[in-house]
């Protein structure tokens, strides 16, 4: 009978010295990083983010496996150098804002510096998924429109989030209105009272009606932003009905949403 003795102790000594760590620190990673993108975006909104989420899970693994490795050699450490190294990680930090230190980007390995740039990515997937949203809304009557109903969408997805969605949803109407007036007075300017003929906006009018409507289009980003960010990928499909009833039947030619529901399609998003 052959005997398997060898293989299965080598199969055996792999898997526990290789395989099961860098499971379970990527895994734990993995936990990290989805508890740490709540309320900011979505680990695998593009590929960009996805490719990102990857490295850092798997320079994760690679760092348990390098750690299980070195383990039986930290008994032959002198003490000295075991004091200094507690000493280090007990010295005072100052705190950077919204950056990591040098240091710390290199005893990890690079992985606290491309969770940095994970994390700008999500960021920059939210606003550009947001932009491409609101790319067909041309006046300020149908913005008002959609963000009413998303505002009674949100409050009723999320309940506890209630004061929140309403501090949005009125600096967004308040930035509606005045887009609206704004629209209004230029329109009166343009109409000559004997024809009841428009005469071509000035520079400045189209100026002033242009930055009204970007800032209303801003505020109104802000609480689709709120929309994306405590969502699902299977509320898009909701969001893209309530952004039909806004808008004209032949105020678009294309998909409602930008290429965010298939995860791994071949199909690049914006950036």
């Excluded at 734990?28 to 309320?39: E, H, I, P, Q, T």
């Excluded at 041309?138 to 959609?146: A, H, I, K, N, P």
């Excluded at 520079?203 to 994306?228: H, K, T």
């Excluded at 299977?234 to 309530?242: G, R, V």
Aim: hydrophobic share 40%; proline share 4%; charged share 25%.
């Amino acid at each position: 009978m052959l005997d398997l003795g060898p293989f299965m102790t080598y199969h055996h000594g792999w898997f526990a010295g290789y395989v099961l760590p860098a499971m379970l620190s990527a895994g734990l990673a993995w936990v990290g990083l989805a508890r740490n993108s709540v309320g900011k975006g979505r680990l695998l909104g593009s590929w960009r983010s996805a490719g990102l989420t990857l490295l850092v899970l798997s320079l994760t693994g690679a760092v348990g496996i390098a750690a299980g490795m070195a383990l039986p050699h930290l008994a032959k450490l002198p003490p000295v150098a075991a004091g200094l190294a507690t000493g280090v990680t007990t010295m005072p930090r100052k705190r950077q804002d919204d950056t990591t230190q040098p240091y710390v980007k290199f005893m990890t390995l690079g992985i606290a510096w491309f969770r940095e740039r994970l994390e700008y990515r999500m960021q920059l997937d939210a606003h550009t998924w947001c932009d491409g949203f609101l790319d067909s809304f041309e006046r300020s009557t149908q913005l008002r429109v959609f963000v009413h109903d998303l505002r009674n969408y949100l409050a009723d997805r999320h309940p506890t989030l209630t004061k929140a969605i309403t501090n949005l949803f009125d600096a967004a109407d308040k930035a509606m209105i005045h887009a609206l007036e704004v629209q209004t007075k230029t329109d009166q300017a343009r109409r000559e009272i004997p024809t009841n003929w428009m005469r071509e906006p000035t520079d400045e009018e189209v100026y002033q009606c242009r930055s009204a409507m970007g800032e209303a289009r801003n505020r109104c980003g802000d609480l689709l932003m709120y929309a994306y960010v405590h969502g699902r990928r299977t509320e898009e499909a909701e969001l893209e009905t309530l952004r039909a009833k806004a808008l004209p039947n032949d105020a678009f030619h294309s998909s409602a949403l930008p290429q965010q529901g298939r995860r791994f399609s071949l199909r690049r998003n914006r950036t």
